[in-house]
C-alpha cells in the first residue's frame, strides 16, 4: 500500500494488522475471478478499514480492489464518522448526497455505480454480498442496472471466511469481552430471585455490560439479552418482559460482553428453587459434552467432529439435539453476533486451522 495517512488515534488496531487483512482478502477475491468488491456488512466494513457507527440503516459499504487503499463510500454525512474511524483518510472516503436517502425517485447505487464507473470497473467483474442484511434486493437492481457492462457476482462471505482465523490482536479484545461478559452473567445470576421483574435484571445486565470491567469498558452487543422464563425458555430468542420472576422455574440467560465491537457470548440458566432431577441430568451432561466438544476443537479436526463430540454426551441421558450447537463469534454488529461461516454440527465438515504467519 502507498498511501500511509496519519490513522485516527481511537484506530482500534495496527496498520499492520489491517495490511493482513486487505492481503487475505485480495488473494480470496483473484481465487474468486473478481476485480473488485462491494462489501455491505458492517462487520466486514470495519474489518477491513477501520469504520465504526451507527449508519448501517443507510446504504452503505467498501469497494475494494486489486490495489490501491480500500474506499469506504456512505451517506456523506456519515463520511465524518469514517474520517475519524477509518485508516485511509481523505483518499479512501466518499459520501453521497442527502437526497438520495430514502427517496422514492433516486436510490444510493446510482451514485455507487457512477464512482464504479470512473475508479475504471465498469466492466469489472465485481463481488457484491447479496446473501446479508444490509443489502437489498433493490440495491442489486440499481446498481447492476447502472454497471450493464459489469459482471456483478455474488461473493457472500467472502471476507467473513477470511475473519475465521484471529490474529493475536483479535483474541486479546475477545478475552476482554470474555471478561464483562463473566461480570454481565454474574450480575443476572446475583439479581435472579422470586418478585423481581424480569425488565430490572435487564436493566442491569446492560449496565454492567457498558460499564466493562477496569478499564475495558463495554461496547453495545450485536444482540439484545435474551432472558426467557419457564416456558417461554423452549423458545431461545425471546427477550424480557416486565413480569416477576417466579419459584419453580428457570430462566435462560444468553448474553455477551463487548470490547470494540468484539463479542464473547456465553449462555446461563438459572432456577430458582431446587432444579427437578432431570434437569440436573441434563446438566450434568451438558458439562461433559462441552467439555469434550472443547477437547476436539482443535487444529486438524472438523467442525462436525466438534459437534459429535458435544451430541454424544447428550444421547446418554436422552437429549437428542438437532439444531446446530455454536458458530464462530468475533467482530460484529446488529442483528446477528455470529461470522456466518461455518456452524458446530454434525454436517459441517470444515477442517479447523491454527494462526498463519
Not at 481465487?31 to 474489518?47: E, I, K, M, Y
Not at 450434568?284 to 454426551?313: K, W, Y
Amino acid at each position: 500500500m502507498t498511501t500511509r495517512p496519519t490513522p485516527p488515534a481511537s484506530l482500534p488496531f495496527t496498520l499492520a494488522e489491517y495490511d493482513r487483512r486487505i492481503a487475505k482478502t485480495r488473494a480470496a477475491m483473484q481465487a474468486a475471478g473478481l476485480d473488485a468488491l462491494f462489501v455491505t456488512d458492517p462487520s466486514n466494513q470495519a474489518w477491513l478499514t477501520g469504520y465504526d457507527g451507527w449508519s448501517f440503516y443507510v446504504h452503505q459499504g467498501v469497494i475494494l480492489g486489486l490495489d490501491g487503499v480500500p474506499v469506504w463510500w456512505g451517506r456523506a454525512q456519515d463520511a465524518n464518522g469514517a474520517r475519524r474511524t477509518v485508516w485511509m483518510g481523505e483518499p479512501g472516503i466518499l459520501g453521497y448526497a442527502d437526497t438520495y436517502v430514502q427517496s422514492p425517485t433516486s436510490h444510493p447505487m446510482e451514485d455507487l455505480a457512477a464512482h464504479l464507473h470512473r475508479m475504471g470497473h465498469a466492466t469489472a467483474r465485481i463481488g457484491v454480498e447479496m446473501d446479508n442484511y444490509y443489502y437489498s434486493a433493490k440495491a442489486h437492481a440499481v446498481l447492476t442496472a447502472g454497471l450493464p457492462d459489469a459482471k456483478v457476482s455474488d461473493a457472500t462471505g467472502l471476507v467473513n471466511w477470511q475473519r475465521a482465523v484471529k490474529s493475536d490482536e483479535e483474541i486479546g479484545f475477545i478475552r476482554k469481552a470474555a471478561r464483562i461478559s463473566d461480570a454481565v452473567a454474574r450480575r443476572a445470576i446475583e439479581l435472579a430471585e422470586p418478585g423481581r421483574r424480569k425488565n430490572e435484571v435487564v436493566a442491569e445486565i446492560v449496565r454492567t455490560g457498558y460499564l466493562g470491567v477496569d478499564e475495558d469498558w463495554g461496547d453495545y452487543p450485536a444482540i439484545v439479552p435474551l432472558t426467557p422464563s419457564g416456558e417461554d425458555a423452549s423458545a431461545p430468542h425471546l427477550t424480557w418482559n416486565g413480569d416477576v420472576m417466579r419459584a419453580g422455574e428457570a430462566t435462560f440467560f444468553e448474553l455477551a460482553g463487548c470490547y470494540r465491537r468484539y463479542h464473547a457470548p456465553l449462555c446461563r440458566t438459572v432456577h430458582l428453587g431446587p432444579p427437578p432431577d432431570v434437569m440436573r441430568r441434563a446438566s450434568d451432561a451438558l458439562v461433559e459434552g462441552l467439555e469434550a466438544g472443547i477437547d476436539a476443537a482443535r487444529a486438524g479436526n472438523r467442525t462436525c467432529d466438534v459437534a459429535q463430540a458435544l451430541n454424544a454426551a447428550l444421547a446418554r441421558v436422552g437429549i437428542e439435539r438437532a439444531e446446530r450447537a455454536g458458530y464462530p463469534i468475533g467482530l460484529s454488529y446488529p442483528p446477528d453476533w455470529g461470522e456466518r461461516t461455518f456452524s458446530i454440527r454434525a454436517s459441517d465438515t470444515t477442517v479447523w486451522i491454527g494462526m498463519q504467519d
